[in-house]
């Protein structure tokens, strides 16, 4: 069984960079034709797609956000990382790690969420 745990500060402060860990289990983020990517929903709104690392490493981001973020991994903790910089209230959120597998359409494993806060 794939599970995704996301793991990081509740609470930044503005203009901070924020930065969230994604630990997986059950599946090595290395395997051939997975993508692992961050997905995030503000208060009332939709999902936003934010990026995804590749099995082999390339990244991909949203373009609204490709220059505040930054995807990386851990191959030897099976982990990944998402860091998006000079945080506002706009970034406030519940953000998601995710798997796709082949393409970046749909995923089929999420993690929980974890609530994001931007306050000073």
């Known amino acids: 069984q794939v599970q995704l745990q996301e793991s990081g500060p509740g609470l930044v402060k503005p203009s901070q960079t924020l930065s969230l860990t994604c630990t997986v289990s059950g599946d090595s983020i290395t395997t051939n034709y997975y993508y692992w990517g961050w997905i995030r929903q503000p208060p009332g709104k939709g999902l936003e797609w934010m990026g995804v690392i590749a099995w082999s490493g390339s990244t991909y981001h949203s373009p609204s956000l490709k220059s505040r973020t930054s995807i990386s991994r851990d191959s030897s903790k099976n982990q990944f990382t998402l860091q998006l910089s000079s945080v506002t209230p706009e970034d406030i959120a519940v953000y998601y790690c995710?798997?796709?597998?082949?393409?970046?359409?749909?995923?089929?494993?999420w993690g929980q969420g974890t609530q994001v806060t931007v306050s000073s």
């Open positions: 995710v798997r796709y597998h082949r393409s970046i359409i749909a995923a089929d494993y």
